[in-house]
């Protein structure tokens, strides 16, 4: 699987848009880009995930760089819950026998109130 | 709630002692997967299933053995825990054809 880059950490204050950054310099033209995050004592929970174009859904937006080299989770108004472990994970397309998800590092966000 | 299930949350076991750990679904989803996640650490796969078909992943220790009797339940056994095996254990399930897995509450496993 190719490998995602993320900051170990970062904060953002409560009700501000948070920017979650994620380098993938070695994407394939497969791989689909999927965020999960991990509340405390929880375990991970999908968020979004796009391919090409920018997405969005109830919880969060993906900008996808044109290159596809870098993608950024945005948080439009983030409050305490969203306090958790983002994981950027780089998955090949619907290939059977490649369902694995191989997480990264991920980054910890800390909401400030 | 259509949900994944896993039971105990917290378990506790000697040195050496078979453990089993369980995961049941209410989604049907046909894949079911098995995480390691030590503390500090990011999930890691250990194996999963595609309906009965069962996938090792390269790296998982012998130790750890799993059985899926029907498509809702799945089982993680640890022969003989260590205390290296001292983790969270997560449960995820999936449709094979989408990219979404919806993982469980884990189950946390001290080895004494």
């Known amino acids: 699987d190719a490998k995602t880059t993320q900051p170990n950490s970062m904060e953002s204050n409560e009700e501000e848009p948070v920017h979650l950054p994620c380098n993938h310099s070695t994407i394939s033209g497969t791989d689909y880009i999927h965020w999960y995050r991990q509340l405390p004592s929880q375990g991970p929970e999908y968020v979004i995930h796009?391919?090409?174009s920018n997405v969005n859904n109830r919880m969060a937006s993906l900008a996808i760089a044109e290159d596809r080299k870098s993608s950024t989770l945005i948080l439009h108004r983030a409050t305490l819950r969203d306090a958790a472990v983002y994981y950027c994970i780089l998955r090949d397309g619907p290939n059977f026998g490649n369902e694995k998800l191989t997480f990264g590092t991920g980054t910890r966000l800390t909401i400030i109130p | 709630d259509a949900m994944v299930i896993q039971n105990p949350r917290y378990q506790v076991t000697q040195f050496g002692k078979p453990v089993t750990l369980s995961c049941s679904q209410t989604?049907?989803?046909?894949?079911m997967y098995w995480y390691q996640q030590k503390s500090s650490q990011a999930p890691k796969l250990l194996f999963h299933?595609?309906?009965?078909?069962?996938?090792n992943e390269a790296d998982t220790p012998d130790n750890f053995q799993s059985r899926r009797p029907n498509t809702s339940f799945c089982f993680l056994d640890i022969r003989s825990p260590g205390l290296g095996d001292a983790a969270m254990y997560l449960c995820?399930?999936?449709?094979?054809?989408?990219?979404?897995?919806?993982f469980g509450p884990g189950t946390r496993l001290l080895v004494l």
């Open positions: 299933y595609y309906d009965k078909d069962f996938n």
């Open positions: 989604l049907n989803h046909n894949v």
């Open positions: 995820a399930t999936s449709r094979r054809t989408a990219q979404t897995q919806y």
């Open positions: 796009g391919l090409t």
